[in-house]
C-alpha cells in the first residue's frame, strides 16, 4: 500500500525522516517518491540523513533477534 506524504518538512525545506524512511521501503505513491528523489538530488543534508539512516538500519540488523523486536528500543 503506497502512502502520499508531503515530502518536505513543515518547519524547513527537508524531507522528514518519516519521508525517508517510506522511500527506503517503498511505501510512498509515485508522486511523493519523484518529489523526494528530485529533492535529494539537490540536497546534501537530506542524503547524510538517509545516509545515517542507513547506517543506523545496517547496525541494527548486527544486533540479536531479540533486541530487534523489543518495542522499548524506540
Not at 528530485?38 to 541494527?60: K, Y
Not at 540479536?64 to 522499548?72: F, I, S
Amino acid at each position: 500500500m503506497s502512502q502520499h506524504h508531503d515530502p518536505v518538512h513543515p518547519d524547513s525545506d527537508h524531507l522528514t525522516a518519516e519521508v525517508l524512511a517510506d522511500l527506503e521501503l517503498g511505501l510512498l505513491d509515485a508522486d511523493s517518491r519523484d518529489h523526494a528523489e528530485l529533492h535529494l538530488v539537490h540536497c546534501a543534508s537530506c542524503r547524510a540523513l538517509r545516509g545515517d539512516m542507513a547506517a543506523l538500519t545496517d547496525a541494527m540488523a548486527g544486533l540479536p533477534e531479540a533486541l530487534r523486536e523489543k518495542d522499548d528500543l524506540l
